[in-house]
């Protein structure tokens, strides 16, 4: 059996809106192994954004447990401050979102290259070069973000966020502003990247077509995994 | 790999007429700074090159001769009092004393002088003492007198130019309706003996009927004489008085120093309106770019990151900023000086603000200081943006 690369147990966010409780994730459990592609689906306002950032630890849960490789990250008794969370990123998650947020006044290689000015784990202008390739946009390198398509834009947002050579790439609904020809490319990049670097991927999607393209599927509905449908057999 | 300062300098550019007009406030405080300073600076030094010039650091004249030679430069009056020249006998065995040279002034009305007349400045001087004391002044034509008594006048630069005189030129001295020989023109010196003509003091004596009278006495002491001992001295001798050119300048100075306190406070003010102004451009730049941050913290950046970020360019704005100042405040000094000029009561010779690396260096430093206080607010701030709030922020917009 494949080691879990996260492992949640009865995780639990709430909002408070005035006096009343809202809760975004009830008691979610689930397991996510190395190399995994899984995808979450649901529709808005049932929780997966809430779940993915509490999994890529940009968020603190209200209860339950979360374990990244074997270690706790978050338990009843251990809450981590702003910068623990900043560490344990930096150290193992890619992130990709929706708008990209590629910083305007820097070219294509410049805004893949950004993370290695705050953490140096591995890679040089090389690297960023090799990942632009790879995502077949090395000869956007020096164009600005408002030069390129937002199909280019999204394969930068990926460079950028793999250049540290993560071990998670969390995708929060990576296609949601591209058209369905792009939204396709961007998915089948993401499964090449699982496929060939072991990379573990988490992506949230409204799309069930793409949702599909994952080893597997969890379905969430009012703050709780509803199904789960396992692809594993078609990806090989 | 792309440095923080890179990104920092990029982001700059992004705003580019808010980065100017920032910019534009910082250069104008640190023109404001360094121009005062140069003030404070190079007016002092005029000063003391002025007093310098005059080559002794002591005048003794007859009592209330100050304040009527005033009178007397005002109105025109005759109301100047003479001690004995035999007094030069007496105050020059005094052990401080290197050299000692007796003046005698007068002054005449020129109805030719300027539009409604004036009065001409006449120093009666023994050339040898004079010209040793004043070893500065150059002669851009001729030379001393002949002799003691030659009816002779060495014209100071600007005497010279108003009176079209040159060597060899006759000029008549009003009043007396006598004629001399103008046998030398000095070089301009920027004091005030380049408005003076100089006579023979023998001559002088003899024209205005003072014989062996005299006016002042110049004084130049020995290298680390003591000043006030010889000031007291000589305060024992009857009806002189002791004019010393440091007290002269302690006054000027604490003439000046209201002005400076003045231009003082304009130049704070400035600098206040210049930091507000940096940190309002750098809080705008933080509150728009705060999904961007957020994300900055995503991608890996700890806070400390963020902060230098956001310092650094807060850094360069100060630096660009101040080094503008310092070239506008160097370009323009001489025209400060000339407005500063018309607005001091008494002003020395020469530039008024005197501008060098030191200062220069100070002010740079002082700016970017002010520059890291200002940047400290807006960079704790986006250092403090939690990325999920950032990522949220767009989800609410």
């Keep these: 059996m494949n080691q879990p690369i996260l492992e949640a147990i009865n995780l639990k966010k709430v909002y408070l809106r005035g006096s009343e409780q809202i809760p975004a994730v009830n008691e979610v459990s689930l397991r996510i192994n190395r190399g995994d592609f899984v995808s979450i689906i649901g529709p808005s306002g049932s929780g997966k954004t809430t779940l993915v950032n509490i999994l890529g630890c940009l968020d603190n849960p209200t209860s339950g447990e979360l374990n990244l490789n074997g270690r706790s990250i978050f338990s009843h008794a251990r809450r981590l401050s702003e910068r623990e969370l900043t560490k344990i990123r930096r150290e193992t998650f890619g992130y990709i979102f929706q708008n990209f947020y590629l910083i305007p006044t820097l070219t294509v290689l410049e ?23 790879l995502l077949g946009i090395e000869h956007r390198k020096d164009h600005l973000p408002g030069q390129i398509s937002g199909g280019e834009m999204q394969r930068v947002a990926i460079a950028r966020a793999m250049v540290n050579v993560p071990e998670i790439l969390l995708a929060d609904e990576p296609t949601g502003n591209l058209d369905t020809r792009r939204s396709v490319e961007i998915v089948e990049v993401l499964k090449d990247l699982s496929r060939n ?4 991927v988490l992506m949230v999607t409204h799309n069930q077509e793409l949702a599909r393209n994952a080893d597997r599927l969890l379905e969430m509905k009012d703050g709780l995994i509803q199904e789960t449908m396992d692809f594993a057999k078609k990806v090989g | 790999m792309i440095t923080k300062s890179q990104v920092a300098l990029k982001n700059l550019r992004r705003k580019k007429v808010r980065s100017l007009l920032t910019l534009v406030g910082i250069a104008l405080s640190a023109w404001v700074l360094v121009s005062l300073l140069g003030f404070n600076h190079g007016y002092e030094t005029a000063l003391n090159k002025d007093i310098d010039n005059m080559g002794f650091q002591l005048m003794a004249m007859a009592k209330g001769c100050p304040y009527e030679a005033a009178t007397l430069m005002l109105k025109g009056g005759t109301g100047l009092r003479y001690m ?8 020059v065995k005094e052990p401080e004393v290197e050299r000692i040279t007796p003046i005698l002034m007068q002054a005449v009305f020129d109805p030719n002088k300027g539009e409604s007349g004036g009065i001409a400045g006449y120093f009666g001087v023994e050339p040898k003492s004079f010209s040793e004391l004043k070893s500065f002044l150059k002669f851009r034509q001729g030379r001393w007198f002949t002799d003691e ?15 079209q005189r040159e060597v060899g ?18 070089e301009r010196s920027g004091t005030q003996d380049d408005g003076t003509i100089f006579v023979p003091l023998k001559t002088l004596q003899k024209v205005f009927d003072k014989p062996d009278e005299i006016t002042t006495l110049g004084i130049k002491l ?13 305060y024992k001798l009857p009806d002189i008085q002791v004019v010393s050119l440091a007290q002269v300048k302690e006054t000027i100075m604490g003439l000046i120093s209201t002005a400076k306190v003045m231009v003082l406070s304009i130049a704070v003010i400035a600098i206040v309106i210049a930091m507000v102004g940096v940190i309002n451009t750098i809080l705008m730049s933080v509150h728009e770019r705060f999904q961007e941050i957020g994300i900055l913290k995503t991608i890996g950046a700890m806070p400390l990151d963020i902060f230098q970020l956001i310092w650094i360019e807060t850094l360069i704005l100060c630096a660009i900023g101040g ?54 607010y807006p960079a704790w701030k986006a250092g403090r943006i939690r990325p999920l709030e950032a990522i949220r922020s767009e989800a609410s917009r």
């Design chain 1, 111 to 133: 805004n893949v290259m950004l993370p290695l000015t705050f953490y140096r784990k591995k890679g040089s202008e090389d690297e960023g070069m090799k990942l632009l390739k």
């Design chain 1, 197 to 200: 670097s072991d990379l573990t």
């Design chain 2, 169 to 186: 030129d006759k000029i008549l001295m009003p009043e007396k309706n006598i004629e001399f020989k103008v046998v030398g023109v000095l």
């Design chain 2, 149 to 163: 008594n030659a009816y002779e006048v060495v014209m100071g630069f600007e005497a010279a130019e108003l009176e």
């Design chain 2, 222 to 234: 020995k290298k680390d004489a003591d000043s006030s001992r010889l000031e007291a001295k000589l």
């Design chain 2, 84 to 91: 004995p020249q035999s007094i030069v006998d007496s105050i």
């Design chain 2, 323 to 376: 080094l503008l100042g310092i070239g506008l405040a160097l370009a323009f000094s001489k025209a400060t000086g000339l407005v500063i000029r018309q607005l001091l009561p008494y002003s020395p010779s020469g530039g008024l603000v005197l501008i060098d690396i030191k200062l220069i260096l100070v002010t740079l430093v002082a700016v970017l200081c002010i520059g890291l206080l200002s940047g400290i």
